[in-house]
């Protein structure tokens, strides 16, 4: 039973917001590390971690330190002009990974808009024309229309008709399929290499070598959405890394900002081909955005929480396998910490809510799937918290729901 004053904000929040998603009866009200508040005063441990995005948990000191030094100095400078944490930023960027160019945004689909126009920009200028590109069956790029119409959800294809035409979906991993619908008109593939919203699937390395070649033999670019898998999510700065097989163009988002709206895509120096007025955006390169993505990728390399999430991952992932046959998991995956599971039922949401009720977030991105994508500071102490946590909340559901193990 919520206060009186929580009570009040979930009124106001029913008749002032635009309803858009089915959200519990509580209000957040602040964050610190692995944890969250409610305005009630209830504590969450956050295995969403803000939907893949707080790697140094909530309200780090280097996001708070850089947001009042930079708004002391100089809030906006518009986007017309060079600002110094923009260079900054982009010189880090462009040192710890393969690219060499920077374009910033604030969201992932805006990044990915960014991706999806240059490899166009690409089409026209040395394709003779070619603007499609293939993307995968149940990956996701975001929701403006051109990233709706490149994301691969089924349920998706007819939601807003019509959609941006140049599109068509592969199957994960079926090298075949992608062959075959390459074609004179094909400017770009674009994939996720570990499908989050998906499910957590993985693409293989003998079909990422695959695609990588016939992008070169056909001159068609690569593009890795890394919107998820970026900034040490996987136990690697960036997930093509244990590939070891680069892009033409990648995109970040989530991680980059740390819970600061902020994205990017990077190319390489031979697809610096947006021509004045091409692309942009009034908070491109912003200076807040810029100090604080700046800080929190130098605070991320220093922690060397790639390595963390690779560690915890592991963990977390032997945790899982030992509970595995009492609660009947399936498909224990992942790679750092970008971890799912199946259950035994289509019982997803109601286990989000009893963890709710316990004190736990997680999330559930279809019916029978559980995601954990907790901050990459996670010890082992709060995976051990979350296993006890999520064992529970399993008895609980199996009991209502009569299930015997
Ligand atoms: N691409 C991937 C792989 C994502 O996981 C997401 C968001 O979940 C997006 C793009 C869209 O990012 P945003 O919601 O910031 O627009």
């Known amino acids: 039973m919520s206060n009186l004053a929580t009570f009040q904000l979930l009124e106001e929040a029913k008749n002032s917001i635009l309803f858009t998603a089915v959200r519990p009866e509580i209000v957040m009200e602040r964050g610190k590390g692995m944890y969250v508040w409610d305005t009630d005063q209830k504590k969450y441990l956050d295995f969403i971690g803000g939907w893949a ?38 010189k880090l960027l462009s040192e710890v990974t393969c690219f060499d160019r920077v374009f910033f945004a604030s969201s992932g689909a805006e990044a990915n808009e960014s991706a999806i126009k240059l490899a166009r920009k690409y089409g026209a200028k040395v394709l003779g024309g070619a603007y499609e590109i293939i993307s995968l069956v149940n990956s996701f790029h975001g929701r403006t229309l051109a990233t709706m119409s490149v994301t691969g959800k089924s349920y998706w294809k007819e939601l807003f008709s019509p959609k941006v035409p140049g599109f068509k979906h592969v199957p994960l991993n079926d090298i075949e399929a992608c062959v075959s619908a390459i074609d004179d008109n094909t ?55 244990h590939y070891e097989i680069e892009a033409d163009i990648m995109t970040l988002g989530k991680g980059i900002g740390g819970g600061f709206p902020l994205s990017a895509m990077l190319t390489k120096e031979k697809y610096n081909i947006f021509e004045s007025g091409d692309q942009g955006g009034t908070y491109s390169g912003q200076p807040l955005a810029m100090s604080v993505g700046y800080s929190v990728l130098n605070e991320v390399i220093r922690l060397n929480l790639a390595a963390n999430a690779e560690v915890q991952g592991k963990y977390l992932i032997d945790k899982l396998n030992e509970i595995k046959d009492t609660y009947q998991l399936s498909n224990i995956r992942g790679k750092g910490l970008l971890v799912a599971f199946d259950l035994p039922l289509p019982a997803g949401n109601d286990l989000v809510l009893e963890c709710l009720g316990q004190g736990l977030l997680i999330n559930s991105p279809n019916s029978n799937i559980i995601r954990l994508m907790p901050p990459l500071i996670v010890t082992n102490i709060e995976i051990d918290r979350m296993i006890s946590i999520l064992s529970v909340s399993l008895e609980n559901i199996y009991h209502a729901r009569r299930l015997t193990r």
Do not use: W
């Open 187 to 241: 400017c770009a593939i674009m994939l996720e290499l570990v499908q989050g919203e998906g499910g957590v699937h993985s693409v293989n390395y003998e079909y990422l070598k695959a695609i990588r070649e016939i992008c070169n033999e056909k001159g068609i670019l690569l593009i890795f959405d890394e919107i998820q898998t970026g900034i040490a999510r996987t136990g690697k700065l960036f997930a093509y890394q």
């Open 53 to 90: 995005v707080t790697c140094l948990g909530h309200s780090p000191d280097v996001i708070r330190e850089a947001l009042h030094r930079q708004s002391s100095i100089l809030v906006n400078a518009s986007p017309a002009y060079y600002n110094k944490p923009l260079i900054e930023f982009s």
